[in-house]
């Protein structure tokens, strides 16, 4: 069965304390791994897409990287402003989104 | 300038009754989706349209009926609502099925 993974499930930063979220994967066929990031009371906002192993994408003070199992979040001197729940999602070969329960980061100033 | 927008915003009714939400973007995309986010945050899909017609459709209640009158426009309709179907339901959108999806703000129904 596919099945994305995320972790932490909630992280706690101070304000310049870089850090990374984790999001694993056991799909059938994958097409495309998305990162959202979404605020409370809010919809998913796009922030990533990558779609082989090695590709790395970057914006801001986020950087994300793919492997054959497992991207990771990289987050380097957060911002109060970079408090959010960050979603990975997994696109298999249907098309269909299958998302992680996301990981809760907290940055404190 | 909203570009995915859902209404209404919250929802409280008894259960029994039959409720729509309504989803309209103006990105000129062609592919629409219908999320359910519960209790847990966890995000999962239950329907999508390419060009008004149905793609994708999970393992939904036959409750749930989606109905796309055109490209920008997606509705859900839910009959006899049950306790569990509480939750958040978002709608998405995107260019086509393997491009990054935008969502809108979510509707939170709550059932009495």
């Known amino acids: 069965e596919d099945q994305v993974t995320q972790s932490p499930e909630a992280l706690r930063l101070q304000e310049g304390e870089s850090s990374s979220l984790n999001c694993s994967y056991t799909v059938s066929g994958l097409r495309g791994l998305f990162w959202y990031r979404q605020d409370p009371g809010k919809g998913p906002e796009f922030l990533f897409t990558l779609y082989s192993a090695g590709e790395e994408k970057e914006k801001e003070r986020l950087k994300a990287t793919l492997t054959k199992k497992e991207s990771f979040l990289h987050i380097t001197a957060p911002k109060p402003e970079d408090s959010a729940t960050y979603l990975c999602a997994v696109q298999v070969f249907t098309n269909k989104l299958i998302f992680g329960t996301g990981t809760l980061l907290a940055v404190q100033p | ?112």
Not at chain 2, 30 to 42: A, G, H, I, L, R
Not at chain 2, 92 to 111: C, E, M, W, Y
């Open chain 2, 1 to 112: 300038d909203t570009a995915v927008s859902q209404t209404p915003k919250y929802l409280v009714t008894q259960m029994g009754n039959d409720k729509s939400i309504k989803c309209e973007q103006n990105l000129g995309h062609d592919t629409m989706y219908w999320y359910k986010q519960d209790s847990k945050k966890f995000l999962k899909i239950m329907f999508s349209y390419n060009n008004k017609e149905l793609i994708i459709n999970e393992t939904v209640p036959n409750r749930f009926s989606p109905k796309s009158p055109d490209k920008a426009h997606l509705n859900l309709h839910i009959n006899s609502l049950e306790l569990g179907d509480s939750a958040v339901y978002f709608c998405a959108s995107s260019k086509d099925p393997n491009q990054p999806q935008h969502f809108g703000d979510g509707t939170r129904l709550s059932i009495l």
